[in-house]
């Protein structure tokens, strides 16, 4: 017994030194994002909380523009998060619950999108929207990532595993695809949605490298983009404030992680482990 | 997968129209350009092109710079894959114990994921700033050192790989958290009794059983290390300093969008998409389909 307990102690200990070196980045961060830039330059450094915190989250999000940017990040990875799950849900529907010719074909075109990760395609894809006058808008950070394998095959999944006979049920009571889906499918997939949900918006918030070229108007600029303009000329950055952008810009997915990591865990990760 | 249950050979393409439409004009059409693009030279802005056949391979692989981005790519990913993974696993076997709070710990391990590399940059640029940051007080009034971490191609190297692994930690976690939880726990004691060490346990059967998963993290930490560390880099040293940190996708920016080698640049697309055409290969021959979407 008492081997047991100072197992545990010390198990706990073990799990304390790494959640704290896990989080001290964050932590510090934090402390600095509240002092001046006296304090930041003080030697030996302020470790405490400094005076300036409601004049630097001001200042990044006024001066910065952070309000404009985070506007902007928070209007596409909703967009595409909602979009997104509708169209992988629709094409879920149709690869379980229908029976259509070269059924095979489209399952491997859709499959073999996992290859194609977008920044690897951004010179092709730059001169497309380009050609069809869509840089600097919304649209260029939308409409690339409306459909993906990973939606697709995680509703088709899903689905398969529910029972068929509800669909012969639904049939018979004289519903179609779209009511099944509605009032059956959807009710048994909060999971599976949220996950998905999930996973693109924090995506779609941390996009860094197809924002920085394709949009060249700060009034349509995404949050992690206008981080990096706020670190751009270090001599003479005021740390304080890129500190509380940092802090700002991290908040929104953060937030969606806390509230859904459980559903994130049941309908994604244990997927991999059936 | 079971049989069709509604019938209509019209209304599942009605269904699945806007995703294939996605797929082709954003997926499909965009890797053939990339491909016709990488065999021409294309002049400033693509207001002239010239077929040159394969002259941009050609000239990559004879350039030693570039040679030495593929070096830096590979030390880079190896880096951050074997490290990141090892230490991963530690801590989740270390959170999967049977103590109070342990959905609590649990959060307060996996939290990185929802970071994004830009973010992760910003603050570790600031904790690593010669003259101010934090980490050289530390190790000036411990051990007297004062690195210049940014300033030096293998310390910036060193660096860019402790703060990749450091934001991807989170990820690793949750999937090695759910591998853990479904190791039958009667085995382990059966091999116990059986007179196995915890390290002899831990070898042959939670490693063994957790393979699958190891696998399946492998291949997302190398699409990571490749791909989604550009703002990492961006931010931090720009690929520098003297090109120390100049992985193949900040290469492939530079050229591209700064020097504006459209087809040059191409061709280094084409050369990563190769690599991911056989890790996706490799994949599928070890695991079958269950590595990518389960039992699907």
Do not use: C
């Not at chain 2, 939880?181 to 939670?206: C, H, K, M, Y």
């Not at chain 2, 699409?223 to 992985?247: E, L, Q, W």
């Not at chain 2, 900040?250 to 459209?262: I, W």
């Amino acid at each position: 017994m008492r081997r047991k307990r100072s197992h545990s102690i010390l198990t706990h200990a073990a799990l304390i030194l790494v959640v704290f070196l896990l989080l001290s980045p964050v932590l510090i961060a934090f402390v600095k994002s509240t002092q001046t830039r006296a304090q930041i330059y003080h030697f030996p450094p302020v470790l405490g909380f400094g005076t300036s915190i409601v004049q630097n989250y001001k200042t990044a999000w006024n001066e910065f523009h952070l309000g404009t940017y985070m506007k902007n990040s928070f209007i596409i990875a909703t967009a595409v998060t909602v979009a997104k799950t509708i169209l992988s849900m629709l094409t879920g529907l149709a690869l379980v619950y229908f029976e259509f010719p070269l059924k095979n074909v489209v399952f491997y075109f859709i499959l073999f999108t996992l290859m194609m990760p977008t920044q690897i395609l951004i010179i092709a894809l730059f001169s497309l929207i380009s050609d069809f006058g869509l840089g600097n808008t919304y649209a260029a950070l939308i409409m690339p990532f409306l459909a993906s394998a990973t939606g697709v095959f995680l509703f088709r999944q899903h689905f398969s595993s529910i029972s068929p006979h509800l669909a012969d049920a639904a049939r018979v009571d004289g519903a179609g695809p779209v009511r099944f889906l509605w009032s059956v499918l959807i009710p048994m997939s909060w999971n599976t949605i949220a996950a998905l949900a999930l996973i693109q918006f924090i995506y779609m918030w941390n996009q860094y490298l197809w924002p920085l070229i394709i949009i060249r108007q700060n009034a349509r600029q995404v949050i992690q983009v206008g981080l990096r303009s706020m670190t751009a000329q270090q001599d003479v950055t005021n740390w304080g404030v890129v500190m509380a952008g940092a802090i700002i810009a991290m908040l929104p997915p953060l937030i969606i992680f806390i509230l859904l990591h459980e559903q994130f865990t049941k309908g994604f990760v244990l997927g991999k482990e059936k | 997968m079971h049989q069709a249950r509604f019938k209509g050979r019209l209304i599942p393409f009605l269904f699945m129209a806007p995703t294939l439409a996605i797929l082709v004009l954003f997926l499909y059409y965009p890797v053939f350009q990339t491909f016709k693009l990488s065999l021409y030279r294309v002049a400033f802005l693509g207001l002239r092109k010239k077929f040159i056949g394969f002259a941009n391979f050609v000239d990559l692989f004879k350039s030693s710079a570039y040679l030495h981005t593929v070096l830096i790519t590979l030390l880079i990913a190896g880096a951050i894959v074997v490290i990141g993974l090892s230490v991963s696993l530690a801590i989740s076997v270390l959170a999967n114990q049977k103590v109070r709070g342990a959905r609590v710990y649990r959060l307060l391990l996996i939290w990185p994921y929802a970071l994004s590399p830009a973010v992760a940059g910003v603050i570790w640029l600031f904790m690593f700033s010669p003259g101010f940051g934090i980490v050289n007080y530390l190790l000036s009034i411990t051990v007297h050192i004062e690195p210049n971490w940014l300033g030096d191609p293998y310390l910036a190297v060193i660096l860019i790989i402790v703060v990749s692994i450091w934001k991807n930690i989170g990820y690793n976690v949750v999937f090695y958290l759910a591998a853990l939880q479904n190791v039958n726990a009667d085995v382990l004691e059966a091999a116990a009794i059986d007179g196995a060490g915890p390290w002899r346990r831990f070898r042959s059967i939670t490693f063994a059983l957790l393979s699958p998963m190891t696998f399946f993290l492998l291949i997302t930490n190398i699409t990571y290390a490749f791909f989604d560390i550009f703002g990492t880099v961006d931010i931090m040293t720009k690929g520098g300093p003297i090109d120390g940190t100049n992985v193949m996708i900040y290469n492939l920016y530079r050229d591209g969008f700064q020097y504006y080698k459209t087809g040059f640049a191409s061709a280094q697309s084409v050369i990563l998409f190769v690599g991911v055409i056989i890790l996706t290969i490799i994949q599928f021959r070890t695991s079958g389909k269950r590595v990518y979407y389960g039992g699907a």
